[in-house]
C-alpha cells in the first residue's frame, strides 16, 4: 500500500506510471502542470485506463519512491 495524503493506494491495482506526466486543462485555462499520473488496471467508462494525477510536494514524493523502487529492481541506469 502507498499513503499519499488522505489517499491509499494498492500497488497491485497500479498498470504503470508517469512520472512527468502533463496536465495541460486546468478549471478553463490553457496551463501546463507538470506532475506524476498513476494509470490503475481499472477502465473508466470509455475503455481508458482510469487514472489519479499529483502535482507538487506529492508529485516530487512519488518520483522518490517509484525511482528508488526501480533502482532495487534494476530498472533504472
Known amino acids: 500500500m502507498l499513503k499519499i495524503g488522505n489517499l491509499v493506494i494498492n500497488l497491485g491495482a497500479i498498470a504503470y506510471v508517469d512520472l512527468e506526466a502533463k496536465k495541460n486543462y486546468v478549471k478553463g485555462e490553457t496551463e501546463i502542470i507538470s506532475g506524476v499520473r498513476i494509470y490503475l488496471k481499472a477502465s473508466d467508462t470509455e475503455g481508458n485506463l482510469a ?6 510536494s506529492e508529485a516530487e514524493y512519488l518520483r ?8 532495487l529492481c534494476g530498472g533504472v541506469e
Open 51 to 56: 487514472s489519479l494525477f499529483f502535482k507538487g
Open 64 to 71: 522518490k519512491y517509484f525511482l528508488s523502487v526501480a533502482s
